[in-house]
């Protein structure tokens, strides 16, 4: 890419990040995805941002399927293209009207898949890896992560968020997550799960600051997800699970299992942080059997 098409995308990722406080994954996302369309504009004949055509966009588009990208990353890519051309149009250096001709791929809507309520309580054991040659501390902290999934509905990134100073122990009933789009909210937290942590922290072998995260590797540093991940990817085969059965379906298992005992549907949304209902209804697909039920026994006619 030349030194010209890399300053207004060097501007584009400054206002990302400074002015629509976007994330530093979602920046580096777009970064990678505007960079490869300017890329390929560079190669095409007659392409040029300030003229840019919807034919220049739908080559771009067919070239990535070509090269066997799937709907969602295309979605995606097409997303940071719109705000980029968008961002350079405010700035009158390019003109973005080619996109309202342009549609986004279709994306078949797939279900969560949830793991039954006795795989999730074996997941969240210990010494359902009683078998494995790691220290018990190991074991401990690894149940509290998932714990803190399926228990309280956590995503792994805000479980692994958790300090010394907010943990959940004690008579400390609930926490505070801080969310996608840094939205805050309340989790209450049962005592199966604080006791998991408590029994992790008596274990674990480091020395926490108020301010430390509690989730360590084994050599003391921050918990990365990919541990996590790993460690259910052991669990899986002792218990014989599918693949589908990952640390964030056991999120989704959190909220299909208090649908099915009648939860209220607004209240699964505050707890999962969902900013729309809408979000939070794919749920009642994977529990139709259920909502049957409270039709038919709440309903006049029933």
């Given at each position: 890419m030349s030194a010209s098409a890399s300053r207004?995308?060097?501007?584009?990722?400054?206002?990302?990040?400074?002015?629509?406080?976007a994330s530093p994954k979602t920046v580096e996302a777009y970064g990678r995805d505007v960079a490869q369309f300017l890329g390929f504009l560079a190669n095409r004949s007659g392409a040029r941002l300030a003229k840019?055509?919807?034919?220049?966009?739908?080559?771009?588009?067919?070239?990535?399927?070509?090269?066997?990208?799937?709907?969602?990353?295309?979605?995606?890519?097409?997303?940071?293209?719109?705000?980029?051309?968008?961002?350079?149009?405010?700035?009158?250096?390019?003109?973005?009207?080619?996109?309202?001709?342009?549609?986004?791929?279709?994306?078949?809507?797939?279900?969560?898949?949830?793991?039954?309520?006795?795989a999730a309580k074996a997941l969240i054991d210990p010494a359902t890896r009683a078998g494995e040659e790691r220290e018990p501390w190991i074991f401990a902290r690894d149940a509290?992560?998932?714990?803190?999934?399926?228990?309280?509905?956590?995503?792994i990134s805000e479980a692994l968020g958790v300090t010394k100073r907010n943990a959940p122990i004690g008579n400390r009933d609930s926490l505070t997550v801080v969310g996608k789009g840094n939205k805050t909210r309340m989790v209450p937290i049962i005592m199966p799960v604080r006791r998991a942590i408590e029994d992790y922290l008596a274990q674990c072998p480091y020395a926490l600051k108020e301010d430390d995260l509690i989730f360590r590797g084994a050599k003391g540093g921050p918990l990365s997800p990919r541990i996590v991940q790993l460690a259910m990817q052991h669990l899986r085969g002792a218990l014989g699970l599918p693949e589908t059965a990952t640390p964030h379906a056991l999120r989704h298992s959190f909220a299909t299992h208090l649908l099915a005992k009648g939860g209220d549907l607004r209240a699964i949304q505050e707890l999962l942080g969902h900013a729309s209902l809408s979000t939070t209804q794919i749920y009642t697909a994977i529990d139709r059997e259920h909502l049957l039920r409270v039709v038919e026994s709440a309903h006049p006619r029933g």
């Open positions: 207004p995308l060097e501007r584009f990722l400054r206002h990302l990040a400074a002015e629509r406080r840019l055509q919807a034919a220049d966009i739908r080559a771009f588009m067919g070239a990535r399927r070509e090269a066997g990208v799937g709907s969602r990353t295309l979605m995606r890519q097409l997303a940071a293209i719109r705000a980029f051309l968008r961002f350079l149009e405010r700035e009158g250096e390019a003109d973005a009207s080619a996109l309202s001709l342009i549609r986004g791929p279709k994306i078949a809507k797939g279900l969560p898949k949830p793991v039954a309520t006795s509290a992560v998932l714990a803190l999934c399926y228990g309280a509905g956590l995503r």
